[in-house]
């Protein structure tokens, strides 16, 4: 039954009752905009390295290799 009446209360979403109130993000609008732009930066460094340097990736999947086998032995 609860699952018929959900589907008719368009104005809540999903799993909400229609008497509470549903939050709408504790979060500013457009405050992760240069956290965001350093991520990407980031990876198109790495993707960028990966195709000039790729010794670098190759060191870098040895030394996780050797220390995630370290951790079994």
């Known amino acids: 039954m609860t699952q018929h009446v959900r589907d008719n209360e368009h104005e809540t979403t999903l799993g909400a009752s229609a008497d509470t109130d549903v939050p709408r993000g504790d979060v500013t609008p457009g405050g ?4 965001e732009f350093v991520g990407l930066t980031l990876a198109a460094g790495a993707g960028v390295l990966f195709v000039v340097r790729p010794e670098f990736y190759e060191a870098g999947v040895h030394i ?3 220390q995630t086998a370290s951790l079994f032995h």
């Open 32 to 35: 992760g905009g240069l956290l």
């Open 64 to 66: 996780f290799a050797t």
